[in-house]
């Protein structure tokens, strides 16, 4: 957060990507955070990415931190209620 409030005086930030994981960081709270930071700033787009197992190596440990589409998208509801509103969603 500290990198993102140096750079965006500096008009050096085009997106903030949130790689979402279920259960293992509080996304809402991180939410509200580039909300606060980006109030000034409504051209930086937030980029809400669903993580998937993909490639992984353990795909089957990191399953339960799989979000689901539903999960994914009241992230993306709950982001617009904190006043952002360029934001793109990738399930």
Do not use: W
Not at 45 to 59: F, S, V, Y
Request: with cysteine; hydrophobic share 45%; charged share 25%.
């Amino acid at each position: 957060m500290k990198n993102l409030a140096q750079l965006l005086p500096l008009n050096k930030v085009e997106e903030v990507r949130l790689v979402y994981v279920a259960n293992f960081f509080d996304a809402e709270k991180l939410v509200e955070k580039v909300a606060s930071l980006l109030k000034d700033y409504p051209d930086v787009l937030l980029k809400i990415i669903r993580m998937h197992t993909k490639g992984a190596r353990d795909a089957e440990g990191l399953t339960p931190y799989v979000p689901t589409v539903e999960q994914t998208q009241a992230l993306e509801n709950y982001a617009k209620s904190c006043g952002l509103t360029k934001i793109v969603t990738i399930l």
